[in-house]
C-alpha cells in the first residue's frame, strides 16, 4: 500500500485497502479561539498530526479530518467557527457510516476537542448496537498519563501550546500569551475553575459558562514560557508510542460476546 491516507487513495485502492485493513483513524478537530498565542486550527492540526502519525505505525487506514466541532462556548471570539451538536454529531454519524459501509468494524476517534466527546460517544454507542466498535482517544486527558510532565491545565495553556510547538513549528507566539490558572470565587461559597467545573464546600459541579466568564484572553491554565518547549516533543512522542500500541491492540478487538 503506498499510503494510508484515504485522501491519497484511488477508489480502487481504498477498496483494496478495505478488504484487509477493516479499523479506521478519523481525526476530528475544531475551529476555536485559543487565547493570543495559538491559531484558531490548533485542535484540529493536533488531531490530524496525531491521526497520521499513530496511522502509520499501527498500519490503519487514516481518514481525512473533520475539522468543525462543538466550540459554542468561544463563539464570542472571531474566527470560532462552531457547529451545532446536531449538525456535528450528523456530520460525523454519516461519515462513520460511509466508513462502515465500505468496510470498517472498528472506528479510532482522534479527537483534539473536549465539546466533542459527547456526541461522540453516543456515536459509537449507536455503532456498538450494529457490531462496530469505537474509541475515542482525548489526547489531553492521557498526556499526563503518558508523561510524568504531560498534565494539561486549562485550555491553549502549556502542555497544548509546547506540543503545537513541536508539530507546527512558527505558528506559536509565546510572548503574546496571556495565561494563567482560573480559581477564584464567584458567590461567597462557589469557586470557578474551568468551563464546566466550579466548586462548592470543595466538591467540583458543572456549572456550564462561556469561555469569557472565566478568561478573556480566552486561554487559561500554567502559562506556556514556564515549560521549556522541546518538553512538547517529548510529550507529542509519548502519545504516539501509546496510542500506536493501543491501536495495535484494538485492532484485534471483537465485539464483547
Ligand atoms: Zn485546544
Given at each position: ?17 478495505f ?25 484540529s492540526f493536533?488531531?490530524d ?7 502509520e ?31 456535528f ?9 460511509a466508513?462502515?459501509?465500505h ?23 449507536r455503532?456498538r ?29 502549556a ?5 503545537t ?26 469557586t ?13 459541579l ?24 522541546q ?23 471483537q465485539?464483547p460476546?
Open positions: 500500500m503506498r499510503s494510508f491516507y484515504l485522501e491519497d487513495m484511488t477508489w480502487t485502492e481504498a477498496r483494496d485497502a478488504q484487509s485493513i477493516d479499523t479506521v483513524i478519523l481525526p476530528v478537530g475544531t475551529f476555536e479561539q485559543h487565547g493570543h498565542h495559538l491559531p484558531v486550527g490548533t485542535d493536533v488531531a498530526y496525531l491521526a497520521r502519525r499513530v496511522g505505525l499501527s498500519e490503519v487506514i487514516v481518514a481525512p479530518l473533520m475539522p468543525y466541532g462543538c466550540s459554542s462556548a468561544h463563539t464570542e471570539y472571531t474566527g470560532t467557527l462552531s457547529l451545532s451538536r446536531t449538525a454529531e450528523s456530520t460525523i454519524q454519516d461519515i462513520c457510516d466508513l462502515v459501509s468496510g470498517a468494524k472498528r472506528i479510532v476517534f482522534m479527537n483534539g476537542h473536549g465539546g466533542n466527546h459527547a456526541a461522540l460517544h453516543d456515536i459509537g454507542v455503532l448496537r450494529r457490531e462496530i466498535l469505537s474509541a475515542i482517544i482525548d489526547w489531553w486527558k492521557i498526556s499526563g498519563l503518558v508523561h510524568p510532565q504531560g498534565t494539561c491545565t486549562g485550555h491553549a495553556e502542555i497544548e501550546t509546547v506540543i510547538m513541536a508539530i507546527w513549528p512558527g505558528k506559536v507566539d509565546v510572548k503574546a500569551a496571556s495565561c494563567a490558572p482560573v480559581s477564584r470565587n464567584w458567590t461567597q461559597g462557589i470557578i475553575e474551568s468551563l464546566a467545573r466550579s466548586r462548592f464546600r470543595g466538591v467540583p458543572d456549572i456550564p459558562l462561556l469561555t469569557k466568564d472565566l478568561m478573556p484572553s480566552g486561554s487559561w491554565g500554567q502559562h506556556p514560557s514556564e515549560l521549556d518547549p518538553l512538547g516533543n517529548e510529550i507529542v512522542e509519548a502519545l504516539i508510542e501509546f496510542i500506536a500500541a493501543f491501536v495495535r491492540e484494538f485492532k484485534t478487538a465485539v460476546s
